[in-house]
């Protein structure tokens, strides 16, 4: 079965570091982008920036650029997203999901990791 | 950076209606779109890709249609089980943009 896993809800305070994790199984997992979406609470879908893992290289949106940082460890078929220093305005849902180089849409979804930063 | 401006914003409509929602790409992206659905509380699911190929497995009430920066999804009979906030995306160059989506409940 072809899926992502992503890790677990994230509780942290403002100024705290955070790196999130998002694991492929069932596919080539260097063959397709990564994509990082954001869904602030009540709020629409934000896309974030991509990689791909067979060669590493990443995309950022230009509201995100400078705040996240993307990166893949392919020997693990595995995507991360991280912040080095979170802000309340962090609190949100972050999913992954996979994308082909081709014409095609995001068809796997990771189930998505809840990062709730308060103080 | 392309904009991605959907419409309406949110909408009403009978089971059984005919639905439509539109995608408006402020330059030209060939058909390099797709459309999700997200119902409340779970994973968006892709719908549609290329602007009108269905993914495996959707019902085919749904369709999508249009090229360049004009593009449309139609639900042609309303399910309850459609309840959801439906979002365009394009993804010709990055950054992939999704629309601000749009709120389908029944009425």
């Known amino acids: 079965e072809v899926q992502l896993v992503q890790s677990g809800a994230e509780v942290k305070k403002p100024g705290e570091s955070l790196k999130i994790s998002c694991q492929g199984s069932g596919y080539s997992f260097t063959t397709y982008w990564i994509v990082w979406v954001r869904q602030m609470p009540g709020k629409g879908l934000e896309w974030m920036g991509i990689i791909y893992p067979g060669d590493s290289v990443t995309r950022y949106s230009p509201s995100f650029q400078g705040q996240v940082t993307i990166s893949a460890d392919k020997s693990i078929s595995t995507a991360y997203l991280q912040w080095s220093s979170l802000k309340a305005s962090d609190t949100a849902m972050y999913y992954c999901a996979r994308k082909k180089w081709d014409n095609s849409g995001m068809d796997v979804w990771g189930h998505g990791t809840t990062v709730t930063v308060s103080s | 950076d392309i904009q991605m401006t959907q419409s309406p914003s949110s909408l009403s409509a009978s089971v059984g209606d005919r639905v439509t929602i539109t995608c408006r790409a402020s330059?030209?992206?060939?058909?390099?779109l797709a459309w999700y659905q997200q119902k409340p509380g779970k994973v968006p699911k892709l719908l549609i890709y290329?602007?009108?190929t269905l993914q495996s497995g959707v019902p085919s009430r749904f369709s999508g249609s249009g090229s360049g920066t004009d593009f449309t999804l139609t639900i042609s009979s309303l399910q309850p089980g459609d309840v959801a906030t439906y979002y365009c995306?394009?993804?010709?160059?990055?950054?992939?943009?999704f629309g601000q989506g749009t709120k389908v409940e029944i009425k």
């Open positions: 330059q030209g992206i060939t058909n390099s």
């Open positions: 290329a602007a009108s």
């Open positions: 995306q394009k993804y010709n160059t990055a950054p992939w943009t």
